[in-house]
């Protein structure tokens, strides 16, 4: 399988290459990435989550004791939950974020997929998805799997990332376009 050195040089993705090696031997990378989801998905929910995970002045068991309690409470597979164990006990957890966005890439890489993340104005219908996950795979020629955000401050539109590519069809920049041009010609 062939990373990226930036994914391979990180602290996130030595971590995160580590647990994806763990998952392939126990042939659990599936469960795991479901677990990683959910994990994501429980730090984009919470505030207070993401503040804890950055402070600090918590101590070890106090971050183990989270960290088992998240893992029971979402039903995390016994890997994952011995991962946040490590993390923890590493004083890690901070860079968990980085490192599930590392977990995913490489296993979408494993599998012959692209990570791509799209941001709208408004939530996309699944039609509206499909067709532009259709449109990624033929302009990039493998699997896309496409992760949808809503940015309420692009107005209209959508930027689309794939890996270190920009696509921005947002009309928010296409007025910063237009304000940039008409301070350039004086009007």
């Known amino acids: 399988m062939e990373l ?5 040089s990180s602290l996130a993705g030595r971590y ?22 959910n994990l994501d998905a429980a730090l ?10 950055r402070n600090p002045e918590i101590s070890r068991s106090q971050i ?19 991962f946040l164990g490590v993390l923890a006990d590493n ?15 490489i296993a979408a890489a494993q599998r012959g997929e692209v990570q791509a993340e799209v941001a709208s104005a408004h939530a996309l219908t ?35 990332t794939i890996g270190s590519q920009r696509i921005d069809s947002s009309i928010r920049t296409r007025l910063n376009s237009l304000a940039q041009a008409m301070k350039a010609t004086g009007a």
């Open 4 to 8: 990226s050195a930036g994914i391979q």
């Open 91 to 105: 004083r890690r957890v901070s860079a968990l974020p980085g490192m599930i966005r590392a977990f995913t890439t």
């Open 126 to 160: 699944d039609e509206q998805i499909s067709t532009l996950e259709t449109k990624l795979r033929a302009r990039e020629g493998r699997t896309v799997k496409l992760k949808s955000r809503v940015d309420p401050d692009l107005l209209g539109g959508l930027v689309v």
């Open 44 to 53: 984009t929910e919470s505030e207070d989550l993401r503040a804890f995970i």
């Open 16 to 37: 995160a290459s580590a647990l994806f090696d763990l998952a392939s031997e126990a042939g659990t990378v599936t469960a795991v990435e479901s677990d990683l989801d």
């Open 64 to 82: 183990a004791g989270v960290m088992s309690g998240i893992g029971a409470h979402l039903g995390l597979s016994d890997l994952t939950k011995n």
